[in-house]
């Protein structure tokens, strides 16, 4: 089985069937949180070929703004930025199909989180197509509860447990490399599972892996949101909220490759940057109270850590 | 005397003591405006040489943030970004030194503005120094005046008049090319002036025409401040303020050359992100009603024009 998996024919059409189908139920799931406000959909087609579905959702009175994008583009020349591992690729055409969602909650105890599951096909006239996924979710939050982080990761884990032991951990750590600001020397959340590139021991296996990890995004997910929504919050934990908010932007603007490939190449701007919270403050050099819940924030739960066994922090997000 | 300038020296302490001095009176005339708050000093320094003070006032009446840099910095590997006209000078030891200036009013009729003014310095051990000026201003309004956006451009056209007809047109059209957001095909504001690589016609005709651009500044924005400050504005003025200042972080983070740089290089980043709007809004696709004053924002003032005489449209800020 392996070995025919390994040369199987990646199936398009499939990937394409899972993503629409996972974007409509992961909108119903969210849905199920937000009593006051609908997911509103948006089709749109690009001229340079493909097109996407927007759906989102904003001013709930517990998601503020959610955004879930399906996407299927293709074009006749692959960006360099589409892989990194491949470089030779690039000039390639190309079909590039995904779902990106961005969740960002009203209440300040609430986590944003975001996650994105995308497949790529880069053709050539001679030779055989190449393909690959990539994807993963992290977690943002403002106000840290360590229950909410051993939930997040452990269910992140288990989706990854199928495929050998050291899974989780390399894209755990990849997702906090990527996930950082490098100019405040900060992680952006607590990160998850990120991972790119991602085409060994064939197509139906590495699909299966995608499934499973999209999967258990609403899983990991959801239950923070029940435990959280209802909970009272200040006018001090919103105003810190908003102002965190505001490296959320700085990171998506200033590093996240598929925000600034979008911006680019083309795409349509109001779907990209959907990802862009709703209400955002910037102030100048604000300090919180050493021992404030603020200052844990940064102190403790945005440090890398090891969120399954002993919470030892663990090496920095910084590349080696 | 023209011979004697182009071969004269540059004065680096001239430079640096016209720019310490202006810092201070922009801020005085700027602190006559505000009655609730004062400015704020930050000195800071770099371990990679040179330093800077940081003026800043936040949560003012009539100004909701201001700030006003002073930076001196040196180093010994000039980076491609801080010339696009000589690259070949990447990699010279340098000197750059300037004052940044970003003011967010808080009543929506007042217009944000946003002032520069450097001085670059590359030595060799064997070759002359090469030195050069850069700098402008611009204005971004929320609801247009077109007497207030006359009286901008004029001021800046008065600045401009001593050194020749053809200043003016050219740095206006350098500045509506610059200060565009290609992913929106929309300007950041009505324009004004900006310059780069000047070092024409020696050091002392160069560093009268930057006095003269940087005296101009004040006279062209605080009568606008003055006439504006105290008119009556609604809630839905003000989100929609909040709303166009999404514009400003998109540009600041994803297009401005200084604020990449620094954040890249290990600048001081709180100085870098000061320009940042205190509180900012971003709505999925938002569309205001046609003939709105909102509307008229983007459809007429947004538009490059010729606001010294006839108002005409001119050609799109995007470059030929």
């Known amino acids: 089985m392996k070995e025919k998996d390994s040369q ?8 394409r069937t899972f993503l629409l189908a996972y974007q409509q139920s992961l909108c119903s799931a969210l849905q199920g949180e937000e009593p006051d406000q609908t997911f509103l959909q948006d089709d749109w087609s690009r001229a340079e070929g493909g097109g996407g579905i927007t759906r ?6 517990v998601l503020e703004k959610a955004g879930v994008n399906f996407s299927h583009v293709h074009g006749s020349r692959l960006p360099d930025s589409a892989t990194a591992a491949r470089p030779e690729l690039a000039g390639r055409a190309f079909q590039a199909m995904g779902v990106s969602v961005v969740i960002h909650p009203r209440n300040p105890l609430v986590p944003t989180s975001h996650a994105n599951f995308r497949f790529f096909l880069a053709t050539h006239p001679e030779r055989a197509p190449v393909w690959w996924f990539g994807g993963g979710y992290d977690l943002t939050p403002y106000y840290g509860f360590e229950e909410d982080c051993q939930h997040w990761h452990r269910t992140a884990a288990a989706a990854c447990a199928p495929y050998g032991e050291k899974v989780y951990p390399n894209y755990k750590r990849w997702c906090d490399r990527y996930f950082r600001l490098a100019h405040r020397s900060e992680q952006r959340g607590i990160g998850g599972l990120f991972f790119d590139d991602l085409n060994t021991g064939g197509f139906a296996r590495c699909f299966a892996f995608l499934q499973g990890v999209a999967e258990s995004y609403p899983e990991a997910y959801l ?8 909970m009272a919050c200040t006018d001090g934990q919103r105003a810190f909220q908003e102002y965190r908010r505001g490296r959320y932007v700085e990171f998506n603007l200033v590093y996240d490759r598929g925000t600034l490939f979008g911006l680019q190449t083309g795409g349509r701007t109001e779907s990209i940057l959907m990802s862009l919270p709703p209400r955002v403050r910037w102030e100048y ?36």
Chains 1, 2 share one sequence.
């Open 56 to 61: 989102v959702l904003e001013q709930g009175s």
């Open 223 to 230: 239950p923070i949101v029940r435990r959280r929504k209802g």
């Open 285 to 320: 050099c604000r300090e919180d109270a050493a021992g404030s819940d603020e200052r844990r924030l940064t102190d403790f739960f945005l440090r890398p850590r090891d969120w399954l066994a002993d919470g030892f922090p663990e090496e920095s997000g910084e590349p080696a």
């Open 8 to 15: 199987s024919a990646p199936d398009l059409q499939a990937v």
